[in-house]
């Protein structure tokens, strides 16, 4: 029984296995044609052979009547030689074209048995001939479908050998024991190819996931080089990729497109203040607002941090152009939910014009970068178009930067100093050093100019040194009772040896560190909180004080305040302006002032340019002033005779209260 379960198993079809199933139907059917040529030829031969010696209904209608269906079978596989089956029609398929076989095996040995007494001993051998040659055929045709050749070999040969063995003659005997042997040797080919077969299936198969596979780490490592993980956008090398080829595209039919950059206002805060996984979220969700921006050839990129850009990759107009900048802005403007807190953010944009604004993509580029400069510093969350304008002040940028990269320092630099009032005393009780720019080309430069420029070429380290030394050569000269307050930038307190560095320049002076006052902007303690704290507390540790600048200008000043070891708070003059005026700077004032009597800090209020102001600010409890009202800034050679005027007056206004 157990040859038989095997056999049972070797006939079946294999279900299981879909790629081998089409794999036989492909390849059995590009034989149909051979095979029922061979069945049509061979049976017309012997047909025509007997035609004479066999009845008609034997040597015409039945050979004509099997002739018919294989041609019928033959159209029936043309018309659907292409189609595409499904998994259950390709098993349909395959147990009907084993049923035919079946039939057409016992249609044709029933015929040539049949056919077979009748006739001369060359007729009957032409039929012997006819039923090999034809299962020979017919087998290597089937060889595809193993249970359907089997199946035909196994009718053909049990049929014909049990005739010719039944027939009694030893001639017969003997071609029956042959065709036996000829069955065995066919069915042993038929296995053999079978699994010749299979395996080749499998191995194409494995091929091809094997293909299929290496082509997904491809595309793998296409997104990896060239899309951000973190926002789904193009990254740096896939946008200026783009860019290259638009330019050529650009420059071969003389058209034009637009470049921008993107940069978030604000986002340094949110890392800082809720952790950096807030500010991936933040990033994930400019990306989505940017995506959902609908424009026709609009592509947008991550090019690294919280910078991104944009290509239009055909020309628009100045109008067209503000009005998607301004979309743009608008998206990256409205409130993102960050750790169940609402954190408020812009987005500013500089655009720039190819080929007005440069002929290659490195120009362009730069121009692009030179528009968003100009609106952080002026227009913030507002698009910007670069144009003439731009390319002077470039042009002074680049002049100013080269003039302070071979400036000397010692003798170009001077200072400057602003004094800071007691509203009780009547005293100056401090100065504020403030760093002027002589330049023999320049003339005299803006401190706003040169300082922002110091500050991005990382030049400010040595403009520091010359200015803080010279202050203390100053204070040395002072009364005790005055102190210095000198600004530092984000660069000077970046790392513990630069902060280092500035104890060893106050220690070498022989000026008591405790007259020293280190003014910090909330801007640059945004650059590295934890450097900056770290740097601060050096400098505290020494002996000097620390004073938070521009106080209500940054993103969230409170929190620095309680965090940082500050002495001292300057209340900006953007508060003071109107602060005699209008009721909620009035406000302000106030509760700054309070805040500082509370922790303990002296608060200074800067800014102030009339009697009133004063009076206002006295009257909401200010102590510590400074402003035009009381002093411009003054050379250090006018210092002496300013403080003797300020004694005088400070006796005068006592005496005559």
């Not at 650059?527 to 770290?534: G, I, L, V």
Request: hydrophobic share 45%.
């Amino acid at each position: 029984m157990v040859w038989l379960a095997r056999s049972k198993k070797m006939l079946s079809v294999v279900e299981g296995d879909r790629e081998l199933m089409r794999a036989q139907l492909h390849a059995f059917s590009r034989q149909v044609p051979l095979l029922y040529f061979i069945l049509l030829v061979n049976t017309a031969a012997v047909a025509a052979t007997h035609l004479d010696s066999a009845p008609a209904w034997l040597s015409f209608y039945i050979p004509a009547a099997l002739g018919v269906l294989c041609m019928l079978r033959c159209v029936r596989w043309w018309r659907r030689r292409n189609r595409t089956m499904t998994d259950t029609q390709a098993i349909k398929e395959l147990r009907s074209v084993t049923w035919l076989v079946g039939l057409f095996g016992v249609a044709f040995s029933g015929w040539s048995l049949l056919l077979f007494p009748y006739g001369s001993a060359y007729q009957q051998a032409q039929v012997a001939f006819y039923m090999a040659t034809t299962l020979v055929g017919s087998m290597f045709c089937l060889i595809h479908l193993r249970k359907a050749a089997l199946l035909l070999l196994c009718i053909v040969i049990l049929s014909f050998s049990g005739f010719l063995v039944s027939s009694g003659s030893p001639v017969f005997f003997a071609m029956a024991v042959d065709m036996t042997l000829v069955g065995v040797a066919l069915a042993v080919v038929i296995q053999l190819y079978w699994r010749t077969f299979a395996d080749a299936v499998n191995a194409q198969r494995e091929l091809q996931a094997s293909q299929r596979n290496t082509q997904r780490l491809s595309d793998d490592n296409y997104r990896l080089a060239n899309l951000d993980s973190l926002t789904g956008l193009p990254n740096r090398r896939s946008f200026f990729s783009s860019l290259r080829a638009i330019s050529e595209q650009a420059l071969e039919t003389g058209g034009g497109f637009n470049v921008g950059l993107i940069d978030l206002d604000g986002f340094k805060q949110v890392n800082d203040i809720y952790g950096h996984a807030s500010g991936d979220f933040v990033l994930q969700e400019v990306g989505t607002r940017l995506l959902s921006i609908g424009e026709t050839g609009l592509m947008f990129a991550r090019l690294g941090g919280d910078e991104f850009g944009a290509i239009v990759r055909h020309k628009l107009s100045n109008e067209a152009l503000v009005e998607l900048g301004q979309r743009i802005c608008d998206a990256l403007s409205q409130p993102y939910h960050v750790a169940d807190n609402i954190a408020e953010l812009s987005g500013t944009i500089g655009w720039a014009a190819f080929p007005e604004a440069g002929s290659t993509v490195a120009q362009v580029f730069e121009r692009a970068d030179a528009a968003l400069y100009v609106g952080k510093e002026n227009r913030r969350g507002k698009p910007v178009i670069f144009s003439t304008d731009h390319e002077t002040q470039m042009r002074r940028l680049s002049l100013v930067t080269q003039e302070l990269r071979h400036a000397d320092l010692e003798t170009e630099l001077f200072l400057e100093f602003q004094p800071i009032y007691d509203l009780l005393t009547r005293r100056p009780i401090g100065l504020e050093a403030l760093g002027r720019w002589h330049n023999a080309r320049l003339g005299m430069v803006r401190p706003e100019e040169f300082i922002r420029i110091a500050e991005r070429t990382e030049l400010i380290l040595g403009i520091t040194d010359v200015l803080l030394r010279q202050a203390l050569a100053q204070v040395a000269h002072w009364p005790a009772d005055l102190y210095l307050s000198f600004n530092l930038s984000a660069i000077d307190i970046s790392t513990s040896a630069r902060a280092r560095r500035l104890i060893d320049i106050v220690a070498a002076s022989g000026v008591s560190p405790h007259r020293v006052t280190f003014e910090i902007t909330e801007t640059a303690l945004t650059r590295d909180f934890e450097q900056a704290h770290s740097a601060m507390t050096m400098l505290k540790q020494a002996g000097c004080r620390m004073s938070l600048d521009d106080f209500g200008t940054g993103y969230s000043s409170l929190s620095y305040v309680h965090r940082l070891p500050f002495d001292a708070i300057k209340i900006d003059r953007s508060f003071v302006t109107d602060v005699d005026t209008n009721s909620a700077s009035k406000k302000i004032v106030k509760s700054v002032i309070d805040l500082c009597r509370n922790l303990g800090l002296e608060c200074v209020v800067e800014g102030l340019e009339t009697p009133l102001q004063a009076k206002v600010v006295q009257a909401l409890g200010a102590r510590a002033v400074q402003g035009y009202l009381f002093s411009l800034p003054m050379r250090a050679s006018a210092i002496d005779t300013f403080l003797w005027a300020a004694l005088a007056q400070s006796h005068a206004a006592q005496t005559h209260p």
